[in-house]
């Protein structure tokens, strides 16, 4: 545990960009927070220094033939190294950690945080994947060890905050905000030749890799949907989306007498960390308010579900329930990798993740095991539609 006035965290994926981003906050309230773990996946580099700067007590690293980079850190800190997925699962449910920042990309990061909520810790959860694979196993985990799960992605964060104080019955529906990605205005002839370099040039957020790419095909918001559902317990009738380009208003709750309530904020992720990481109470920080007056516009529009096939794969899947979400994930995975090294052209990701639905039987989600199962069989479905050049 902290030592009482400090919360003691842990950090997974910590050399990625919300887990530094984790960091830079978390240094700067050093009488309100104590980093206690570590783990990252491949750069040893980048978690060395930070072995120095944050001192936790464990660090973890995916491969050991990479523990003897982090060794000279660690001996100055008398840090223990741990390595594999053994290290990671340690590390979420390190005993003196109170609260867990879930910020590992992709699958890998569910075994993780399910151990985090297994051990009944408060969940900063970055790592959506987690609640879109496998959210109903997840969410019987949390009221059985009472563990606190506090959404990271801004769009969540700002549904959170609309929520505090309401009543369930006092919700007509959730409305998701997204940017619309490098491509709101492309010509959908031309989505054919873009490139992953300006797929992964996002007008608003710098974000990692992979949900850059899924900001551009909007399989991201379609991945938050599945989250917002096991968040906030709405069905997919009640959770809609909107195109709002400013990325101000992060994200809004319609209550039954028509009243919406909306979150505005700067797009800085440390906004949303310092929520979780804070909750409840709030505190100044380094993100400023907007300045709302010197915003030319704030503008709202429908979503083109043709330029944007992914968003209703995702409402497809979470219809469909069971393991169907798990597999549309691992497609994407896969799919986003593939246009990542060339392999296939931007259109072509949701075309991969439609073949393998299709293919795809669900089976109700009873455990870790059977989500993971369906996450190997989507990879190999993927790979093998990509061998075969891509679903057309
Ligand atoms: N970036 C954002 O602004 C943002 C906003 C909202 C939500 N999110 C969500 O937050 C999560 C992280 O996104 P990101 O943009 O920060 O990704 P990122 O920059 O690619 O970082 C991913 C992190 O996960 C680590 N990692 C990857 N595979 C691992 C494994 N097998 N074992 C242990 N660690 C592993 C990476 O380690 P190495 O780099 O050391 O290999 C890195 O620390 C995603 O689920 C994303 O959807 C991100």
């Known amino acids: 545990m902290g030592d009482g006035a400090r919360r003691a965290v842990a950090v997974l994926g910590s050399t990625g960009s919300v887990g530094v981003q984790a960091l830079d906050l978390i240094g700067r309230f050093p009488e309100r927070f104590e980093i206690v773990a570590l783990a990252a996946g491949k750069n040893a580099e980048l978690l060395a220094r930070q072995i120095e700067t944050h001192r936790p007590r464990l660090a973890v690293i995916e491969e050991e033939a990479r523990r003897a980079l982090l060794e000279p850190a660690a001996r100055r800190a008398r840090c223990e190294i741990v390595t594999g997925k053994e290290g990671l699962l340690a590390a979420a449910s390190y005993p003196a950690a109170d609260l867990v920042v879930a910020a590992v990309v992709g699958a890998a990061g569910l075994p993780p945080t399910y151990e985090a909520l297994k051990a009944g810790k408060t969940v900063a959860l970055a790592n959506k994947e987690s609640l879109v694979m496998a959210g109903a196993l997840l969410m019987q985990t949390i009221s059985k060890t009472g563990a606190l799960l506090l959404p990271v992605d801004s769009e969540h964060s700002a549904v959170h905050q609309c929520l505090r104080g309401s009543r369930s019955e006092d919700v007509r529906r959730i409305v998701l905000t997204a940017s619309g990605g490098p491509f709101r205005t492309t010509p959908i002839e031309e989505l054919a030749r873009v490139t992953p370099e300006q797929a992964l040039r996002h007008p608003v957020w710098d974000m990692g890799r992979k949900i850059s790419i899924d900001s551009a095909t909007l399989m991201n918001k379609g991945l938050e949907v599945i989250e917002a559902r096991w968040l906030f317990g709405l069905e997919a009738d009640r959770l809609d989306v909107v195109l709002h380009p400013q990325s101000i208003v992060h994200s809004m709750v319609e209550m039954v007498d028509g009243s919406v309530l909306c979150q505005m904020g700067v797009p800085d992720m440390r906004a949303p960390l310092q929520y979780a990481l804070g909750y409840p109470e709030r505190f100044a920080g380094p993100v400023a308010a907007p300045d709302l007056a010197a915003q030319e516009r704030l503008e709202f529009f429908t979503v083109d579900r043709r330029r944007f096939p992914s968003l209703d794969l995702a409402y497809g899947a979470l219809r469909e329930g ?71």
């Not at 990798?337 to 949701?350: E, K, N, Q, T």
């Not at 669900?362 to 093998?384: F, I, K, Q, Y």
């Open 322 to 392: 069971g393991t169907a979400p798990a597999v549309l994930n691992a497609a994407n995975e896969i799919a986003v990798s593939a246009f990542l090294s060339w392999r296939l052209d931007f259109p072509g990701i949701p075309r991969v993740v439609e073949s393998v639905l299709r293919r795809h039987r669900p089976v109700p989600v009873t455990s870790l095991e059977s989500v993971l199962e369906a996450d190997a069989w989507s990879r190999g479905a993927a790979e093998e539609i990509l061998s075969r050049g891509g679903a057309s």
